[in-house]
């Protein structure tokens, strides 16, 4: 699952989520993991675009969070990566800042959240494309360790009988 922080004019013009120069970025940054739109939810922390585009508000946030709150409930994911300091602050309220947390795992309520500069913010500040790189990369090698757990889990499973391989108590 993918957390941003709110819809943006491109956004709101066609009803979803990340569709404009941050969309085509993110898109990209998907691709280099093996990952696609496809692979994952994405949602943001407001479900509308803020007047002028301009940050969330706290009151406007907590408006929202119930829809949020909702779909992690519906969608469960193991891992949620957290893009940006206004996700941040409504997911993981508390710890340290986006500059410090970024690419770090987080484990919370049995879910993995990672940090990542957001992708909008690396278009307007090119010096964060190296660390936004970096931090996709981070969420790659935890999918990787997830998946491994996955699979010793699986490979350690007791089979099961077929229930036509059963045996009745009456013969």
Do not use: W
């Not at 675009?49 to 969070?65: H, I, K, L, T, V």
């Not at 909702?70 to 941040?88: D, F, K």
């Not at 790659?140 to 391989?165: G, I, T």
């Amino acid at each position: 699952m993918i957390v941003g922080e709110a819809p943006g004019q491109n956004e709101d013009q066609q009803g979803e989520p990340f569709v404009g120069a941050a969309g085509k970025l993110l898109d990209q940054l998907l691709r280099g993991i093996g990952l696609s739109r496809g692979d994952v939810f994405i949602t943001n922390i407001l479900k509308c675009r803020p007047p002028g585009n301009r940050d969330p508000q706290p009151a406007e946030a907590e408006a929202c969070s119930p829809y949020l709150e909702q779909q992690l409930r519906l969608i469960h994911p193991e891992v949620v990566m957290v893009l940006g300091r206004h996700a941040l602050a409504r997911l993981l309220p508390g710890y340290d800042s986006i500059s410090r947390l970024h690419g770090k795992v987080v484990v919370k309520d049995d879910v993995s959240y990672i940090p990542i500069y957001h992708p909008a913010a690396a278009l307007y500040n090119s010096f964060l494309m190296g660390p936004l790189d970096q931090d996709f990369r981070a969420v790659k090698a935890h999918l990787d360790r997830v998946d491994e757990r996955r699979q010793a889990v699986a490979a350690a499973a007791v089979p099961v009988a077929k229930p036509e391989e059963q045996l009745t108590l009456f013969g």
